[in-house]
């Protein structure tokens, strides 16, 4: 579901005079609930749980932002990101130490406005001497490199910021 | 699906910089049978851990690589360490050798390294979708520049058929990877840490905190090792601690 389906539902609830409305399809739930005495919307959306282990977890920035309509209380929407909404985040899928290099004389797998493919190797995390590659889920342009070469990295720590457009 | 030696495709190649590396493009470029094996006698650029080099004389020792799709998840690789060293340490045991695990994946016998691991995976989702096991273990070579390495030769002071060697190092292996289908192994675990270099044995290690004498008392799931230290259990990742001779 997107924004726009978003408003278009709560506009759709407002209209329509009822009180509440809940809509849950597989990985998300929103419920709308309207009083029409002070005519503030109250819309809560949750995303499914992160499931634990997705790797590279792929998720598309929470930028539930609340309509103007109901700029008084969206209390359990997740903050706006920062970054432009349709930025896409990679996350790590394991704890371990980051590489951008295949090896230490090599240049980055990636850098900061390079296209990559579905299925690119942007970067290795090493866990005990194993080496993994770590394969971009999705096309687009490189916005952020947001870890440093040879650091430690945590499970779902953001590493790359990629704009898919 | 098991991990049969038999139906392996086997590739012999003269000359190659890295068996590891020609595994990576071939895992590129085409879809190697699961237990694809990669053997070379010479291999100019043999890779160790990020920039090691890896020497070995052409035609004296076994220079490997073996592409496995594990069908593990990726919490659970260091299986993959574990079962690929203790492969070894089975191996060398049938020719009277006692090797030893140096954690968390070199092999020595006593003090001097015979072999090194290097694996590499690649990932998908949760799971890890293909996996590069290569290896290096001297075997007739006698003359090294590190003066800690050493070969099966320099142990028995035997010269041994190569092509033997690899064909039961291979067999071994093979037996191993069949763990992988087992869920619950505890032999997996018991076996790696019963094989463990310096288990329950006092000696100096060096942390943030500086040197102290500690015993290694076990590696957990995820591949740290557990040391004692000053009566209380540490665990310590790779970077944390080192072994002081």
Redesign the interface.
């Given at each position: 579901m997107d924004i726009k389906d978003i408003q278009n539902l709560i506009k759709f609830v407002s209209k329509s005079g009822v009180n509440e409305v809940s809509l849950e399809k597989e990985d998300f739930k929103i419920t709308i609930k309207t009083d029409h005495s002070s005519g503030a919307e109250q819309i809560v959306v949750q995303q499914a749980a992160p499931?634990?282990?997705?790797?590279?977890v792929v998720q598309q920035p929470a930028a539930v932002a609340a309509p103007p309509a109901a700029q008084e209380a969206a209390p359990a929407a997740q903050p706006a990101a920062e970054e432009n909404s349709n930025h896409i985040t990679i996350k790590s899928?394991?704890?371990g130490?980051f590489?951008r290099r295949p090896?230490?004389?090599k240049d980055p797998f990636i850098n900061v406005g390079d296209s990559v493919a579905q299925g690119d190797?942007i970067c290795i995390i090493?866990?005990?001497?194993?080496?993994?590659?770590?394969?971009a889920e999705v096309s687009g342009k490189v916005v952020k490199v947001l870890v440093e070469e040879n650091t430690?990295v945590e499970y779902d720590q953001p590493l790359f910021i990629i704009d898919p457009s | 699906m098991s991990f049969e030696l038999s139906t392996s495709q086997i590739i012999w190649l003269d000359a190659i910089d890295s068996t590891n590396n020609f595994a990576a493009n071939l895992l590129k470029t085409t879809k190697p049978t699961n237990g694809t094996v990669i053997l070379t006698k010479c291999q100019e650029k043999g890779r160790g851990q990020r920039g090691n080099v890896w020497e070995s004389e052409s035609g004296k020792n076994i220079i490997c690589s073996i592409i496995l799709y594990p069908g593990i998840k990726i919490k659970d690789q260091f299986k993959l360490t574990q079962l690929f060293s203790i492969a070894v340490i089975k191996f060398l045991e049938a020719y009277g050798i006692e090797g030893k695990i140096k954690w968390p994946n070199d092999v020595y016998v006593k003090d001097e390294k015979i072999a090194g691991i290097l694996i590499e995976n690649s990932l998908q989702g949760s799971l890890i979708k293909s996996s590069i096991l290569g290896i290096g273990l001297n075997v007739n070579q006698v003359k090294f520049a590190s003066s800690v390495a050493t070969s099966m030769r320099n142990v028995t002071e035997r010269k041994f058929d190569l092509e033997e060697l690899i064909n039961n190092f291979l067999n071994v292996s093979f037996q191993e990877f069949n763990r992988l289908l087992m869920n619950n192994d505890p032999n997996l675990k018991n076996t790696y840490l019963e094989n463990l270099y310096g288990l329950n044995q006092p000696r100096k290690f060096m942390d943030k905190e500086g040197e102290f004498e500690g015993v290694i008392k076990g590696v957990d799931a995820f591949g740290l090792l557990i040391v004692e230290k000053n009566g209380k259990q540490v665990q310590y990742d790779l970077k944390e601690i080192t072994f002081v001779r």
């Open positions: 499931v634990v282990h997705a790797a590279p899928p394991m704890i130490t590489y090896a230490p004389d190797v090493e866990a005990m001497k194993l080496f993994n590659e770590i394969e430690p | -």
